[in-house]
């Protein structure tokens, strides 16, 4: 499918300064990628300039929540260029997330085709300190206007790009949630869905005024075996081994957690996926056979856990940050930021394109 590309944007990119402060996901690239879908087929896409949407105000999507996203990053190069990093499972996920909430799926060539053009546009954008990057985020959205509780029968399909620098969320001191529960076990927790943000929001707020930073969210079935945070995976080191919950329909599937089994593995480390009941982990922290324990997602890529704290008590984790994360958090950036060789074949090289 060809894309068309509005000479607008020529303007849009020769009128941007990055700004110096970035923070993470706050300054917008000056493009964005659109395609429609409609009568039950996908419009070409087109890279336009950022701008506000028009939205009908009874459209689906502000209603009923049919909308879902995925978060993703592209890299500097060595040679100046960018890289995306495994960039086909967003677009599986992505896939997953709109079929579990009854939208058309964004076909695998449309979804890299916007997130590839986005960035070969921004790759000038893309900053290069260590840990810094393109944070690209493709959303799709039921569009209709019509109140009616039924899936929309037109959608928006679009990808914005921020550059950021690295998300900081070290020595993070969590909070376990036994009062919310973030998605219901049949819902929608391993799909990627704002909702299921909406519904962490008040836990965050709540456990932010106890001087804790995120939720630890326990399976909503049974209250006791660890799902996961608001917006990253689970990980203990016990004995030396990595422990991770294993995917039970409320975990989302991060694919910071695929990869890094998968690079643990290589690296010689035991990975046991399985049910982690959080009373076993607590003990396990008092006893000292719990040495770290970390959360990982595309953002922060591994953000160490200093404390878990459950009512009136704290559990401290002795190393923040700990061997293992540290060892598995620079051997993963080592890959992305393309300082080591790339054998799982995860970054992907976009050409850039100066208009
Ligand atoms: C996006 C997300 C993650 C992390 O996924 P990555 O692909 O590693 O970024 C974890 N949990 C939830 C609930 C998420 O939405």
């Not at 879902?68 to 990093?85: D, H």
């Not at 422990?243 to 989302?252: H, K, M």
Request: hydrophobic share 40%; proline share 6%.
């Amino acid at each position: 499918m060809s894309i068309y590309i509005d000479p607008e944007i020529a303007v849009s990119l020769r009128g941007y300064e990055v700004p110096e402060k970035l923070g993470f996901g706050t300054a917008m690239a000056p493009v964005m990628f659109r395609a429609v879908w409609q009568d039950g087929c996908w419009s070409n896409g087109e890279l336009i300039p950022y701008a506000p949407l028009t939205v009908d105000p009874a459209a689906k999507v502000l209603h009923y929540a049919q909308s879902c996203f995925e978060g993703m990053k592209a890299y500097r190069t060595e040679e100046g260029g960018a890289a995306l990093f495994r960039p086909e499972m967003n677009a599986a996920r992505m896939a997953y997330s709109a079929q579990r909430l009854c939208m058309p799926s964004v076909p695998e060539s449309l979804f890299l085709d916007g997130v590839r053009v986005v960035t070969a546009h921004c790759t000038n954008l893309v900053p290069s300190n260590s840990g810094e990057s393109l944070y690209l985020r493709p959303f799709l959205m039921g569009t209709q206007p019509d109140l009616t509780v039924s899936a929309s029968n037109s959608y928006e399909f679009y990808v914005i790009a921020s550059p950021s620098e690295a998300y900081h969320s070290g020595n993070m001191r969590l909070w376990i949630e036994r009062e919310d529960a973030r998605a219901a076990v049949g819902g929608t927790g391993d799909a990627k869905v704002g909702g299921n943000y909406a519904s962490s929001l008040l836990s965050i707020g709540r456990l932010r005024e106890r001087g804790y930073d995120q939720s630890l969210w326990l399976n909503p079935a049974n209250r006791q075996n660890i799902d996961e945070l608001s917006g990253m995976n689970f990980f203990a080191v016990i004995d030396g081994s990595l422990y991770t919950p294993a995917l039970n329909g409320s975990i989302l599937e991060g694919i910071t957690r695929h990869s890094l089994i998968q690079l643990a593995k290589g690296l010689g480390y035991t990975v046991v996926e399985r049910a982690v009941p959080i009373d076993e982990l607590l003990e396990q922290i008092a006893s000292g056979e719990c040495s770290e324990a970390f959360a990982c997602g595309t953002a922060a890529i591994i953000s160490p856990i200093s404390v878990i704290g459950d009512g009136g008590q704290e559990y401290s984790l002795p190393y923040t940050p700990g061997p293992v994360a540290e060892h598995l958090r620079q051997a993963l950036l080592d890959i992305q930021e393309g300082r080591s060789e790339d054998t799982y074949d995860w970054m992907k090289a976009v050409e850039p394109v100066n208009s």
